[in-house]
């Protein structure tokens, strides 16, 4: 299972990897953009984070088992910020221009097909797949 999350306070990824308090508590930044390897490490649990073009940490992903309260909750003490995840109304409020998260509700399609075979009927437009999940 995966959760994302979003800063309350967008923080410098520079800052944190700069942080003597956050290296002395072995709060690690694997920024390795070879091997597109971009996540924080604490105590064997890891999340994966995303930075807008000004170098801001503007989100985070937690995939599998891992404790992310334990890596989010550091960052929380030392910058006096909070991380809000996809599961809280104000996530997509939240979302940098910069963001590569993008959510999209299955309503939301139908709609946008529903709509668009309306608008093909009235043009006559002749085939048309249709997909049905059960």
Not at 84 to 91: A, G, I, K, T
Not at 100 to 113: E, G, N, P
Not at 122 to 133: D, T
């Amino acid at each position: 299972m995966s959760t994302y999350y979003r800063p309350t306070e967008p923080i410098k990824l520079r800052h944190i990897k700069e942080n003597l308090d956050l290296q002395e508590i072995g709060f690690q930044v694997i920024d390795d953009a070879e091997n597109d390897d971009h996540y924080f490490l604490y105590e064997g649990n890891y999340i994966h984070y995303d930075t807008n073009k000004e170098g801001l940490v503007v989100d985070a992903f937690r995939y599998g088992g891992n404790n992310a309260d334990k890596v989010l909750s550091v960052l929380e003490t030392e910058y006096e910020m909070t991380w809000v995840s996809e599961y809280e109304d104000e996530y997509q409020e939240m979302a940098d221009e910069d963001t590569s998260v993008l959510t999209i509700h299955f309503s939301d399609l139908v709609k946008q097909v529903e709509s668009q075979a309306i608008k093909d009927v009235k043009e006559g437009v002749k085939s048309w797949v249709i997909l049905i999940l059960n």
